[in-house]
T-cell receptor, first 112, second 114 residues
Framework: GNSVTQMEGPVTLSEEAFLTINCTYTATGYPSLFWYVQYPGEGLQLLLKATKADDKGSNKGFEATYRKETTSFHLEKGSVQVSDSAVYFCALRTQGAQKLVFGQGTRLTINP | DTEVTQTPKHLVMGMTNKKSLKCEQHMGHRAMYWYKQKAKKPPELMFVYSYEKLSINESVPSRFSPECPNSSLLNLHLHALQPEDSALYLC?????????????FGPGTRLTVL
């Protein structure tokens, strides 16, 4: 079946540190890949997405590249801020499907 | 604009109550979704409406009853819930494009069942 595996959290970093949250997937065909962010007490916000191999999604300083050869979609940011503290979910959707398959989420805390 | 609104923001209900959650989008999206999210877990899909028809029911207990009155509105009717149904209920919508379909989520309703 289709699945998403994220690096286990929680992750704690200092402000201005480099961030990587690993995400790998198993899927039939060529899925679309997403990163969602959930701030405390809120719903999920789409952070970025990629729909085909080698696509790079980017938003708010975050980037992720769709790597078909390694079935990965790692999230990166060069310099994190306290306001980036949240839970990050990696997800996939296979072609023709409406169901999103989520990873378990990674809680990120940024200390000043 | 990619806004999905949900009301109420918080809801406390007893096990014998009947209540409804509401969701609205004005993006012209043709699919709407209900998810349930427990603490420290990812969202779990409950229902999907496509073109105002129920297309997916993930074996959800009948005490949860969805309704899609029109393409912009989605309701979730609640009756005889159990304390374990306490969770964040999220609504989402999407365009129903084959390759680029993207779900946009609302802020959620935090439900507590006493």
């Amino acid at each position: 079946g289709n699945s998403v595996t994220q690096m286990e959290g929680p992750v704690t970093l200092s402000e201005e540190a480099f961030l990587t949250i690993n995400c790998t997937y198993t899927a039939t065909g060529y899925p679309s890949l997403f990163w969602y962010v959930q701030y405390p007490g809120e719903g999920l916000q789409l952070l970025l997405k990629a729909t085909k191999a080698d696509d790079k999604g980017s938003n708010k300083g975050f980037e992720a590249t769709y790597r078909k050869e390694t079935t990965s979609f790692h999230l990166e940011k060069g310099s994190v801020q306290v306001s980036d503290s949240a839970v990050y979910f990696c997800a996939l959707r296979t072609q023709g499907a409406q169901k999103l398959v989520f990873g378990q989420g990674t809680r990120l805390t940024i200390n000043p | 604009d990619t806004e999905v609104t949900q009301t109420p923001k918080h809801l406390v209900m007893g096990m014998t109550n009947k209540k409804s959650l509401k969701c609205e989008q004005h993006m012209g999206h043709r699919a709407m979704y209900w998810y349930k999210q427990k603490a420290k877990k990812p969202p779990e899909l409950m229902f999907v409406y496509s073109y105002e028809k129920l297309s997916i029911n993930e074996s959800v207990p009948s005490r949860f009853s969805p309704e899609c009155p029109n393409s912009s509105l989605l309701n979730l009717h609640l009756h005889a819930l159990q304390p374990e149904d306490s969770a964040l209920y999220l609504c989402a919508s999407s365009q129903l494009w084959e390759l680029e379909d993207t779900q946009y989520f609302g802020p959620g309703t935090r439900l507590t069942v006493l």
